[in-house]
């Protein structure tokens, strides 16, 4: 108990640090946009110097009685944010190269209207995206080259995700809804652009398997004969943050989906 209460004393005083550190930031990049950023930024100031002077003071007192184990704790924490951060960043970064080579190909514009018409007991490819990037269209060119020829209808599927955060009422759902598809028009232009029937099913929620499973129940109706695709991250040397770090969506919605007895291949993307 007596160790917890150093670790709580230590932590909340460099949550407050950091926090107002964070504000004087944030006014000294406003302080061309907002008039009274002086104020603001002074204000912040004497809170940092406060906390940081509180934090100080603790650690000296409590260093030996314990505050050591608190500093070591979140010293590992701290690092290992760090570290992964950095791993997001790297992977990011591969994912914007895959959408500079892959979102920018000719055929949008010269998509026909309404286009070719629909098989609908041909063989149709259902394809997960999470929005038009690199990696949808990614698994869009596996499957051609996977199986020339074989699909003659493409359904592209996404669920979109309501963020707690972010979330402000009804309006912003309809905001998320319009941008998913818009984003998921272009997957549609593009395919019909070259010759095959492509549409857009969306839906907006908080459960990404759920939707998913929901949409492709509703495709196998309407396409008897569809294969479910979805693509996924793999890197050259699988370690446990690469495991840990990115979801496992794509193993979860196949193993629903072939539970409810609707063949799903997962196509893979590699992270170079």
């Known amino acids: ?12 005083f460099m949550t407050f640090t950091i926090s107002q ?4 930031v944030h006014w000294w990049k406003e302080r061309h946009r907002q008039g009274r950023w002086k104020g603001k930024l002074c204000l912040n100031g004497v809170g940092f110097l406060l906390t940081s002077s509180i934090l100080a003071a ?35 970064e591969q994912t914007r190269r895959l959408d500079d080579l892959l979102t920018h190909l000719p055929g949008e514009e010269t998509a026909p209207l309404p286009g070719p018409t629909p098989h609908r ?43 707690s955060s972010r979330f402000k009422g009804a309006e ?16 549609v232009e593009f395919v019909r652009s ?13 459960d990404v398997i759920d939707i998913i499973s929901h949409l492709a129940d509703d495709v196998a109706r309407d396409f008897p004969n569809v294969t479910v695709f979805a693509g996924k991250l793999v890197f050259r040397e699988e370690n446990f943050m690469s495991r840990l770090l990115h979801n496992q969506t794509s193993f979860l919605v196949q193993k629903k989906l072939v539970h409810h007895g609707l063949p799903m291949l997962i196509m893979p993307i590699r992270a170079m």
């Open 1 to 12: 108990m007596q160790y917890l209460v150093i670790m709580y004393s230590i932590n909340v």
């Open 121 to 163: 007991d041909a063989p149709t490819a259902a394809i997960m995206v999470s929005g038009y990037n690199g990696m949808g269209m990614h698994v869009f060119f596996s499957i051609a080259r996977a199986f020339p020829g074989v699909f003659r209808n493409f359904i592209f599927l996404s669920a979109g995700v309501i963020d």
């Open 21 to 24: 550190f964070g504000m004087c």
């Open 194 to 206: 070259h010759g095959s029937y492509a549409e857009a099913r969306y839906e907006v929620g908080t």
């Open 172 to 187: 912003e759902v309809a905001n998320l809804g319009a941008d998913l598809k818009d984003q998921l028009r272009h997957y």
């Open 58 to 92: 603790t650690v000296w007192i409590k260093f030996p009685e314990g505050g050591w184990i608190t500093l070591l704790i979140t010293g590992v924490f701290i690092a290992l944010s760090f570290l992964i951060r950095r791993h997001y960043r790297e992977v990011r």
